[in-house]
């Protein structure tokens, strides 16, 4: 079992930045891999980013390629999102997600970030 916290969303203006933080407790941190993703109202969820157990092999979604970067620190069972140059389209609720055998299995509660002047 995983649980997982988000935290670090709020309103910002466009072009502002923030850093998303995902709490997690449960199974070992560092024996899965991570995910970020969103949804803003009115669409599906979709993927943002992921990264591997160990840190290494980050990918990201061409919405957000250059502008957010995915991390964490396996001391602190906490992972990241750091989201630069914010616009409005970026508005939505992020989820964290622990990826286990190739499969998203564990998901947190979600955060708001909203992008508007």
């Known amino acids: 079992q995983v649980q997982l916290v988000e935290s670090g969303g709020g309103l910002v203006q466009p072009g502002d930045s923030l850093r998303l933080s995902c709490a997690a407790s449960g199974r070992t941190f560092n024996s899965y891999a991570m995910g970020w993703f969103r949804q803003a109202p009115g669409k599906e969820r979709e993927f943002v980013a992921r990264i591997s157990w160990s840190g290494d092999s980050p990918y990201y979604a061409d919405s957000v390629k250059g502008r957010f970067t995915i991390s964490r620190d396996n001391a602190k069972n906490t992972g990241y999102l750091q989201m630069n140059s914010l616009k409005p389209e970026d508005m939505a609720v992020y989820y964290c997600?622990?990826?286990?055998?190739?499969?998203?299995?564990?998901w947190g509660q979600g955060t708001q970030v909203t992008v508007s002047s």
């Open positions: 997600a622990a990826r286990i055998m190739g499969t998203y299995t564990y």
